[in-house]
C-alpha cells in the first residue's frame, strides 16, 4: 500500500490530482494500519513504536522531497536525499529490532532499493518523462512484493517460533 499510496500523494502534489491533504492523511493511515498489523504479531514493544515513528518520518520526508524538487532547491534535495538514507537505516534498524528473523542489513538493501526507485519516480513526475515514470513504478510493484514476501516469512517464523 505505501507504493501505491505515494505515487497518489505525487500525483496530487505534481499534477494536482485529487486532493492533497486526503492522499497525504491516507499515506499516513497506511503506516498506522502496517503498525497495528504489527502490534498483533509481536505486541506494543519498543521497536515497533520506533518503528512507527520513522515511518512517518519517511512520509515528512517525502513531502520535503517533492516541495524541494518542484521549488527546483538543488541543495535542500540533497540534504533530504541524504536525510531518507539515514531514514532507511533507522527503519531497518526498527525492523530487525522486532524479531530475529528479519535482518538489518537485509532490510537495507531493500529500503535502498526502494529509495533508489522512489526518488526516481519523484524525479520523473518533476520531469513529466511519464513512460520512464511507469517503468519504475513497475519496479516498485516488484520490490513491494518481494518486500511483502520477506515481511510475511519473518511474521511466519517468529509466530511458529511461539509455539
Do not use: C, H
Request: proline share 1%; glycine share 4%.
Amino acid at each position: 500500500d505505501l507504493t501505491n499510496w505515494t505515487r497518489a500523494f505525487m500525483l496530487s502534489r505534481y499534477q494536482d490530482v485529487g486532493n492533497e491533504d486526503e492522499v497525504y492523511a491516507r499515506l499516513q493511515r497506511v503506516v498506522t494500519d502496517f503498525i497495528n498489523n504489527l502490534k498483533q504479531v509481536f505486541g506494543d514493544t519498543p521497536a515497533v513504536n520506533e518503528l512507527q515513528l520513522a515511518l512517518n518520518a519517511y512520509i515528512d520526508l517525502i513531502d520535503s522531497l517533492i516541495t524541494a524538487q518542484m521549488d527546483g532547491n538543488v541543495e535542500q534535495v540533497d540534504l533530504i536525499t541524504r536525510q531518507l538514507y539515514q531514514n532507511a537505516d533507522n527503519i531497518a534498524a526498527s525492523l530487525a529490532a522486532i524479531t530475529p528473523y528479519w535482518d538489518q542489513d537485509e532490510w537495507e538493501t531493500i529500503l535502498y532499493n526502494n529509495l533508489r526507485s522512489t526518488l526516481d519516480e519523484s524525479t520523473m513526475f518533476l520531469t513529466e518523462d511519464y513512460a520512464r515514470n511507469m517503468d519504475i513504478f513497475s519496479t516498485l510493484i516488484s520490490q513491494s512484493e518481494s518486500s511483502g514476501d520477506y515481511i510475511a516469512q519473518g511474521e511466519l517464523n517468529y509466530m511458529f517460533s511461539q509455539r
